[in-house]
């Protein structure tokens, strides 16, 4: 029983085809190596795109456009006082009832 393993083993072992070495001018050669990704992560970007319009820009327009979009985004929200008390008063209540969840505070 061993030796008949043994020999189908043998056989599937050296029974498998070994593909040959494609050569560089073969179109059926092996894909390309991949470009290392410490390669990748110290390569300087200088052109984008805009996220408003999908325009291609310059290192410098896409900084520029950056900080505009974060500084419109900085505007503070105007709302009444009594919805920003109503607010911190239901940040107090949940804040209340997970550190006493004893209490009931409906």
């Keep these: ?62 900084a520029e456009l950056k900080t505009n979009i974060d500084q419109a985004n900085q505007v503070p929200p105007k709302l009444s006082r009594k919805i920003r008390s109503t607010v911190g008063l239901l940040k107090l209540r949940k804040f209340l009832k997970t550190v006493l969840p004893f209490i009931p505070i409906k």
Excluded: F, H
């Design 1 to 62: 029983m061993k030796k008949r393993t043994a020999i189908i083993s043998s056989i599937l072992i050296l029974g498998t085809p070994i593909p040959a070495q494609a050569k560089p001018g073969n179109p059926t050669s092996a894909v390309p190596a991949d470009v290392p990704e410490e390669v990748l992560q110290n390569q300087i970007i200088t052109s984008a795109r805009s996220p408003i319009d999908n325009q291609p820009l310059t290192a410098t327009e896409y």
